[in-house]
Nanobody, 121 residues
Framework: QVQLMESGGGLVQPGGSLKLSCAAS????????MAWYRQAPGKERELVAH???????TYADSVKGRFTVSRDNIQNTVYLQMNSLKPEDTAVYYC???????????????WGQGTQVTVSS
């Protein structure tokens, strides 16, 4: 059993900052790529940031220069530092991880439960 637990969402004014965390726990052998997605009301879920186990990062064009994804491979945790937040960043943010529970076990995709980020004055 593997779980992803997110934290750090909330209400922030435009121009402000928030840091999201997502910790993987349970029967874990290895955590490969991790990512953050978001879904705004009435819109499809979109990829925000992606980080490989070796910390190669990619970002959506809309957040480049403002958001930074990082990870702690010892704690099996991924972070999303969000700066210069805009109202259009308002969404539910989900973490995603590719996890194997054993040496010869397949890799499965897991999702967190989501955390609300609201950017408003």
């Amino acid at each position: 059993q593997v779980q992803l637990m997110e934290s750090g969402g909330g209400l922030v004014q435009p121009g402000g900052s928030l840091k999201l965390s997502c910790a993987a726990s349970g029967s874990i052998f290895s955590v490969n790529a991790m990512a953050w997605y978001r879904q705004a009301p009435g819109k499809e879920r979109e990829l925000v940031a992606h980080i490989t186990r070796s910390s190669r990062r990619t970002y959506a064009d809309s957040v480049k220069g403002r958001f930074t994804v990082s990870r702690d491979n010892i704690q099996n945790t991924v972070y999303l530092q969000m700066n210069s937040l805009k109202p259009e960043d308002t969404a539910v943010y989900y973490c995603n991880a590719q996890i194997s529970s054993g040496y010869s076990n397949p890799v499965y995709t897991y999702w967190g439960q989501g955390t609300q980020v609201t950017v408003s004055s």
